[in-house]
């Protein structure tokens, strides 16, 4: 009961603090906070007041990833790409929540994607030859593009 009602009023002075602000400015002070409930808090109220931020689906997707709750995290990384489908970042963050949930071929498939958006960043292909080794492809795992070797 003591945890609920110090919830209830952590919710409470985190929603008085936040009122004027801007969504943008909640996820920026949802970075710089430390505990998990309250940064889950500033980034829920984010997207209520601002739906269409994908920053916010972002770093609450990161938020959830940490806490083990790969099905959400998905959920919102898939809205964060619904919102800016060019952002190669997007798929690969979605890839490793879809790495950590064991399912190795959605993220082979994000990560082919995030390759496809920026073909000259190394750590894309570095990911997607491990989650090939998972999946058991070696021989695609152990491909080189030409254009990195």
């Known amino acids: ?25 909640l996820v920026a002070q ?14 829920n109220q984010a997207i209520l007041l601002d739906p269409n931020n994908a920053d916010a689906y972002h770093n609450r997707a990161d938020v959830e990833l940490g806490t083990g709750q790969y099905d959400r995290a998905v959920a919102d990384y898939t809205r964060a790409i619904e919102l800016r489908p060019k952002d190669p970042f ?40 491990r989650a090939y080794l998972k999946a058991e492809k070696y021989e695609a795992a152990y491909s080189i593009p030409s254009t990195l070797a």
């Not at 009961?1 to 400015?25: A, D, P, V």
């Open 1 to 25: 009961m003591l945890y609920r009602i110090e919830c209830i009023c952590i919710f409470l002075l985190l929603t008085l603090t936040c009122w004027g602000q801007t969504s943008k400015q």
């Open 90 to 129: 997007r798929y690969y963050a979605r890839a490793l929540a879809y790495l950590d949930s064991k399912k190795t071929l959605p993220a082979i498939a994000d990560l082919t994607k995030a390759i496809s958006l920026k073909p000259t960043y190394s750590n894309f292909y570095l990911m997607r030859a």
């Open 30 to 43: 949802a970075k710089k906070t430390p505990k998990v409930q309250q940064r889950l808090t500033l980034l």
